[in-house]
């Protein structure tokens, strides 16, 4: 069996120019077996990139790149242009995984990236969570994906403050992105119509979908009715998270429905959403047909009553940790246990 190589610049939080010339030279050693270079953790400048970018297009076998949190400190206008470096270096070559989350990307900085986007069509991982992208650098990203066919799997932009048209521009390249698996698209500040734009492309183009994260967002009033439909007719769907988005109490009563209709939920966030006691036992009884598969359960800031609360405890009581506390009191709960217990032993 060929051996694959991991090109890994240990993160140490430094400021890094160029390659020293051990690591040039491990590189070239091991240029045509590697399949993933590491370079998160420190910050590079635009010098480093230039160099940089003659070994990576000499990685014929390149697959995964894990740049996360690359530019602590460096200038708005370094930053564009080192991720154009990186960005050109990868064309041609059959990149199935890109993390640049926790980088002040910014919209230039997409837009430094859409030559590259526009020919992954091989890409299977984009990670671009907290990237300062905004509305004009989710609209670049939007149009790299939508030149030809993409075989994106995941796709994470939470934390960029896409907002409604940011929401309404990242659904315009849902058709040409058709086994979208995972979209997680949390805290963006996504209110009515650019949620309904969202959910309505993601069921209209992506039935392979499997996660949605929208947590943090806006889901009320009309954009229930549509994200009850895309539960009910994504028959991969396994893993939820609505949590925070201001769902009001009356209008769980869809979502509560379509969920009975998952074949199999794992992952389910369903957070602060107004659920009432009756509602609660409800999802108790659509979750204790699932009991087997699910993984995670979050069900904190809703409005159940304690003999709910309990029946759910005890329904998880041999899966540990996968029921989340109900309360913020909760997980202080075993603490304040111990505590007590350590001071009746006290003896003054």
Not at 4 to 18: L, M, R, V
């Amino acid at each position: 069996m060929e051996q694959t190589y991991t090109f890994t610049i240990e993160s140490k939080k430094q400021n890094i120019d160029a390659l020293t010339e051990e690591q040039q030279q491990e590189f070239k050693a091991n240029a045509d077996k590697c399949e993933i270079i590491v370079l998160k953790g420190n910050s590079y400048s635009k010098q480093f990139f230039n160099q940089f970018a003659e070994h990576i297009s000499t990685a014929k076998q390149l697959q995964k790149i894990n740049a996360n949190d690359i530019f602590v400190g460096k200038g708005k206008d370094e930053i564009p242009q080192s991720l154009q470096i990186l960005g050109n270096s990868l064309i041609g070559l059959n990149i199935l995984s890109l993390d640049l989350s926790n980088n002040a990307v910014n919209p230039f900085g997409a837009e430094a990236l859409k030559p590259f986007l526009k020919q992954a069509h091989q890409l299977q991982k984009l990670f671009l969570n907290n990237c300062g992208l905004g509305i004009r650098g989710v609209a670049q990203v939007s149009e790299g994906l939508q030149e030809g066919e993409h075989n994106l799997q995941i796709l994470a932009i939470a934390r960029n403050r896409a907002e409604c048209d940011g929401a309404i521009e990242i659904s315009k390249a849902f058709p040409t992105c058709k086994k979208l698996k995972e979209l997680h698209i949390y805290q963006n500040g996504i209110k009515q119509l650019g949620m309904i734009e969202l959910l309505s492309s993601l069921n209209k183009n992506c039935s392979e979908l499997t996660t949605i994260d929208i947590r943090d967002n806006f889901v009320h009033e009309a954009t229930t009715q549509v994200l009850s439909e895309l539960i009910v007719n994504c028959v991969h769907l396994t893993a939820i998270n609505i949590s925070d988005c201001n769902i009001q109490g009356k209008q769980n009563k869809q979502i509560l429905e379509a969920l009975t209709k998952l074949v199999k939920i794992e992952r389910l966030g369903y957070n602060y959403a107004e659920l009432n006691d009756a509602q609660g036992n409800e999802l108790y009884e659509t979750i204790a047909k699932q009991v087997e598969n699910i993984t995670k359960l979050e069900l904190k800031g809703n409005e159940f009553k304690k003999a709910t609360k309990q029946k759910f405890k005890e329904l998880f009581a041999t899966k540990e940790k996968v029921l989340g506390p109900f309360d913020s009191d909760d997980e202080d709960e075993e603490e304040a246990d111990e505590l007590q217990k350590l001071f009746s032993q006290l003896v003054i």
